[in-house]
T-cell receptor
Framework: DAGVTQSPTHLIKTRGQHVTLRCSPI?????VSWYQQVLGQGPQFIFQ???????GRGNFPDRFSARQFPNYSSELNVNALLLGDSALYLC??????????????FGNGTRLTVT | GQNIDQPTEMTATEGAIVQINCTYQ??????LFWYQQHAGEAPTFLSY????GLEEKGRFSSFLSRSKGYSYLLLKELQMKDSASYLC???????????????FGRGTSLIVHP
């Protein structure tokens, strides 16, 4: 079975531009979460979606938005990019909204560089 | 909110045992995860604790004390390939829809040398 897949793997953008990152969860997984990981730090929670509805939002500005599609894939959008948005963006899927012992399964991430 | 603390870096010798500690402060605690992350790769799941005590999985074990807000990951018979970042993640009910969201610590960079 395929794991969590993310695209693109690398991306270079200029300040002020917008970006769309894509994620396909493991087959059968209905919950998708997005995390931002800056070098040397742990992943920081951005969004969680379950059954196409937002179920959690981290402390990120409104420039960040996301959505989940009927096939449970997801997009993360970031508008008006800042240099500080440069990071590894990780998508993770899990099997249930409240996975009591279901871990997150991470994709390999999208490395975003803002110049 | 949460406050998760773990050491930034540890070093150990191949074949030895190392213990990586994690302390946390949270309300609505619903489990603690340990993940391993090699440089340039995605985090991979190692262990899960929700009740007090020790969970053992081969060379890796994880311990939890909820009353103390404390966990540790124990790695035995260290191998060079164990050099990685180890992330402690605490889950509580912080989602807007009442979902359980894992929050990650900064990670502990473990260097295993011959």
């Amino acid at each position: 079975d395929a794991g969590v897949t993310q695209s693109p793997t690398h991306l270079i953008k200029t300040r002020g531009q917008h970006v769309t990152l894509r994620c396909s969860p493991i087959s059968g997984h209905k919950s998708v979460s997005w995390y931002q990981q800056v070098l040397g730090q742990g992943p920081q929670f951005i969004f969680q979606y379950y059954e196409k509805e937002e179920r959690g939002r981290g402390n990120f500005p409104d420039r960040f938005s996301a959505r989940q599609f009927p096939n449970y894939s997801s997009e993360l959008n970031v508008n008006a990019l800042l240099l500080g948005d440069s990071a590894l963006y990780l998508c993770a899927s899990s099997s249930d909204r409240e996975p009591f012992n279901s871990p997150l399964h991470f994709g390999n991430g999208t490395r975003l560089t803002v110049t | 909110g949460q406050n998760i603390d773990q050491p930034t870096e540890m070093t150990a010798t191949e074949g030895a045992i190392v213990q990586i500690n994690c302390t946390y402060q949270t309300s609505g605690f619903n489990g603690l995860f340990w993940y391993q992350q090699h440089a340039g790769e995605a985090p991979t799941f190692l262990s899960y604790n929700v009740l007090d005590g020790l969970e053992e999985k081969g060379r890796f074990s994880s311990f939890l004390s909820r009353s103390k807000g404390y966990s540790y990951l124990l790695l035995k018979e260290l191998q060079m390939k164990d050099s990685a970042s180890y992330l402690c993640a605490v889950r509580d009910r912080t989602g807007t829809g009442g979902s359980y969201i894992p929050t990650f610590g900064r990670g502990t960079s473990l260097i295993v040398h011959p």
